[in-house]
């Protein structure tokens, strides 16, 4: 076996994690699709299912190193959403909290000398950066255009897709 036990349950407490962010998402998603907000909504439906792939990710890895899965219980995600900026404000507090155990990993880790898992989790490490800036930005463009002009939101979105996808249209 190449993962240690506290490393295996501290890794089985991140997919829940993973999950539960998931699961926040496709409520999110589902506040701003019920505010026709389509392209909010399509924003994260698809972090939704990227959480999920995450959690598959150290599924695996845990798998591959001889460890045991034990996805745990899942809380509930918040369902009283108000309004935009505060859907992106429990997105970007959600990712900041994932910073923090994602490094708490990396730490446990390095404390191991778990080269293996250390190689593994500096992919995570990275994609917080883009998960934070992301959700910080997100909350920046909400809080200018204001709650009565999220439509304006609605069209950084498109020209934001079209920049990820590289298109000229950007």
């Not at 926040?24 to 792939?53: G, K, V």
């Not at 992106?88 to 000398?113: C, G």
């Amino acid at each position: 076996m190449l993962i240690s036990d506290t490393l295996n349950q501290a890794m089985n407490d991140q997919i829940g994690d993973e999950l539960m962010a998931s699961n926040q998402y496709l409520n999110i998603a589902s506040y701003f699709d019920s505010e026709t907000l389509p392209e909010l909504a399509d924003f994260f439906f698809r972090q939704s299912d990227e959480e999920r792939m995450h959690a598959l990710k150290i599924v695996r890895y845990v798998l591959d190193a001889g460890g045991t899965v034990a996805v745990p219980a899942l809380e509930a995600p918040a369902k009283d959403i108000t309004s935009a900026e505060m859907a992106a404000q429990m997105a970007l507090d959600w990712e900041l909290e994932v910073t923090k155990k994602i490094n708490a990993l990396m730490d446990l880790a390095i404390k191991e000398n778990d080269h293996i898992a250390q190689e593994s989790l500096q992919w995570f490490v990275n994609e917080q950066l883009e998960e934070v800036s992301s959700m910080d930005s997100l909350l920046g463009v909400i809080r200018r255009a204001g709650e009565n002009q999220l439509l304006l939101v609605e069209e950084y979105m498109v020209r934001r897709s079209a920049a990820e996808a590289g298109s000229p249209e950007a």
